[in-house]
Antibody, heavy 117, light 105 residues
Framework: EVQLVESGGGLVQPGRSMKLSCAAS????????MAWVCQAPKKGLEWVAT????????YYRDSVKGRFTISRDNAKSTLYLQMDSLRSEDTATYYC??????????WGQGVMVTVSS | DTVLTQSPALAVSPGERVTISCRAS??????MHWYQQKPGQQPKLLIY???HLESGVPARFSGSGSGTDFTLTIDPVEADDTATYYC????????FGAGTKLELK
């Protein structure tokens, strides 16, 4: 059974950093591109970043370029999102998702990040 | 960015047929996917590449369209289908529609 389990969220002050993790199991992790998608409270879904199966290519939405870094450790079957210079507008639930073809076929349960002083 | 426009909400009775529309600001070919999200849960993939039913999803769900106009159809609607439905394009940097909240009468 495919499982994606996010961790590392919580309350953080504006301007500080936070690192999210997503532990994958039930599939061959290094065969798949992975992504982070966020959802602000009571709002819709927004793509954040994507990383290729081998980590060689990364893509970001404009609003997080230069502040967020997506990475992966295929030996540990774990995806990461390093978030620096956090802003109040980054407050959201962050989901990791597996990319199959051009769609996201499995999603984690999400982890909440609250940026507030 | 490619903007996806969805109607905000729909209310239907169980057993009826409902269509949820999604219009793209530019052509995305058939690179359109549909997700269902229930309150407090993660999104679930229903339809990929405009018309392909994801494994394990009931055949009551179907999708159609290409270019700029896409439709998700549920027929017949069941009580468990109460949720918000999102379209998402993968033609370029991924974007989602704002979601259509489906309520049952």
């Amino acid at each position: 059974e495919v499982q994606l389990v996010e961790s590392g969220g919580g309350l953080v002050q504006p301007g500080r950093s936070m690192k999210l993790s997503c532990a994958a199991s039930g599939f061959t992790f290094n065969n798949y591109d992975m992504a982070w998608v966020c959802q602000a409270p009571k709002k819709g879904l927004e793509w954040v970043a994507t990383i290729s199966y081998d980590g060689s290519s990364t893509y970001y939405r404009d609003s997080v370029k230069g502040r967020f870094t997506i990475s992966r450790d295929n030996a540990k079957s774990t995806l990461y999102l390093q978030m620096d210079s956090l802003r109040s507008e980054d407050t959201a639930t962050y989901y990791c998702a597996r990319r199959s073809g051009s769609r996201w076929d499995y999603w984690g349960q999400g982890v909440m990040v609250t940026v507030s002083s | 960015d490619t903007v996806l426009t969805q109607s905000p909400a729909l209310a239907v009775s169980p057993g009826e047929r409902v269509t949820i529309s999604c219009r793209a600001s530019e052509s995305v070919s058939t690179l359109m996917h549909w997700y269902q999200q229930k309150p407090g849960q993660q999104p679930k993939l229903l339809i990929y590449l405009a018309s392909h039913l994801e494994s394990g999803v009931p055949a009551r769900f179907s999708g159609s369209g290409s270019g700029t106009d896409f439709t998700l159809t549920i027929d017949p609607v069941e009580a468990d289908d109460t949720a918000t439905y999102y379209c998402q394009q993968s033609w370029n940097d991924p974007t989602f529609g704002a979601g259509t909240k489906l309520e049952l009468k």
